[in-house]
């Protein structure tokens, strides 16, 4: 069964410093690649989303994330964070399009501080 | 916005007692989800649905069973709750006009079993 790895668990950081969160898959093949963002209270709304093509993502509210295949990843990024992007996410990926269920990472909790 | 409702959005039961969760959705989707999240543990997918009395399992089914007798309903059942499934399941939907993993999620139904 393939697998989701997020090593960062609670990040810490002041605003507008740089951001990395980690995601490594364990699948081989073709995969869907995704990052998701939970919000405070709130449910999960998806972030940014690798089909195909440029590995170089780019999604809402700045952030972006690299696919390298090479090296099973999927990281998160972004420039300069805000306290608004604290909050906790999550790596997923599609292995089974005909599925089409997610499996997601164990998440990284972000703190932002002013 | 996906329309999605999960009811009761709170509940508290004892041990052994069987408890039922509602995923409505007010669009024909195809595909639908159940999840739960747990602290270190990120999402996992219970069962999902791919159409009307088409379901499956997920990674952690064990203890848990389904139904989807409508399109727009999407039922979770523990037959006797245990401890083990305190947790706040989500229910997510696929747009059929959507690529697959880009899931919408419910608000969530947070489960206490004492």
């Known amino acids: 069964a393939q697998s989701v790895s997020q090593h960062n668990h609670h990040v810490i950081l002041s605003e507008a410093a740089s951001l990395e969160l980690g995601c490594n898959y364990s699948y081989g093949g073709t995969v869907n690649l995704f990052w998701y963002v939970q919000y405070p209270g709130q449910h999960l709304q998806l972030l940014l989303k690798y089909f195909s093509g440029d590995p170089l993502v780019k999604g809402i509210k700045g952030f972006e994330a690299e696919f390298i295949k090479s090296k099973f990843s999927f990281n998160l990024r972004k420039p300069s964070v805000q306290w608004s992007d604290t909050a906790e996410y999550f790596c997923?990926?599609?292995?089974?399009?005909?599925?089409?269920?997610?499996?997601f990472g164990s998440g990284t909790r972000l703190q932002v501080q002013p | 916005d996906a329309g999605i409702t999960q009811s009761p959005r709170h509940k508290v039961t004892e041990t052994g007692t069987p408890v039922t969760l509602r995923c409505h959705q007010t669009?024909?989707?195809?595909?639908m989800y159940w999840y739960r999240q747990d602290p270190g543990h990120g999402l996992r997918l219970i069962h999902y649905?791919?159409?009307?009395?088409?379901?499956d399992k997920g990674e952690v089914s064990d203890g848990y069973s389904v139904s989807r007798s409508k399109t727009e309903d999407f039922l979770l059942t523990l037959e006797s709750a245990t401890s083990s499934q305190t947790s706040v399941y989500f229910c997510a939907i696929s747009e059929s006009g959507q690529g697959p993993g880009e899931l919408f999620f419910g608000e969530g139904s947070r489960l206490t079993v004492l």
């Open positions: 649905s791919y159409g009307v009395k088409d379901t």
């Open positions: 997923a990926v599609l292995q089974d399009t005909g599925r089409r269920a997610l499996t």
């Open positions: 669009e024909n989707h195809r595909y």
